[in-house]
């Protein structure tokens, strides 16, 4: 079997997807995060982390079932893509929705792998959308708001 052409592009965008070279990964914009400073508020800073790792969250969400099915209705904006409270409601629901990030980055990332994914073509459900356009802004996305959170940690004096 001929070798993909595009491999080196599938794999510069997973590498893009997992981050660690020049954007934050998310285990790292967390490590060590006291709990009590999850629904913290800084000073001038519109969101708390629990507010942008649920942002995160969902917007990864969205534009992963977009890219991948068809009948997928997306939330609706912006109500849809922020969380109702500050807080999690406890250490479960915050682990939950680390868990569901990474998962739904994998998925983001097997997409990209799978040779079988053409990232040219236009989705046939949306407007122009490509699997290779919707990878980068995952990838943008999070790392916008990777950056933030580390923001709102020093502003909370918890980050070195």
Not at 26 to 33: C, E, G, R, S, V
Not at 38 to 66: M, V
């Amino acid at each position: 079997m001929p070798q993909d052409p595009t491999q080196s592009l599938r794999d510069h965008l997973q590498e893009l997807l997992r981050g660690g070279h020049a954007h934050l990964r998310l285990d790292k914009a967390i490590a060590d995060l006291p709990p009590e400073l999850r629904g913290a508020r800084a000073p001038g800073l519109p969101h708390t982390i629990w507010q942008l790792l649920e942002h995160l969250r969902l917007a990864q969400w969205d534009i992963l079932e977009f890219s991948r099915d068809a009948k997928h209705v997306s939330p609706e904006w912006p109500a849809g893509y922020w969380p109702q409270t500050e807080a999690p409601q406890d250490n479960a629901a915050w682990e939950k929705s680390l868990e569901t990030f990474q998962r739904d980055l994998q998925a983001m990332q097997d997409l990209v792998a799978d040779p079988k994914t053409d990232l040219f073509a236009k989705i046939p459900w949306g407007d122009g959308q490509t699997v290779l356009r919707e990878a980068m802004l995952v990838a943008d996305h999070n790392g916008y708001h990777l950056g933030q959170i580390v923001s709102v940690r020093q502003a909370l004096g918890a980050w070195e």
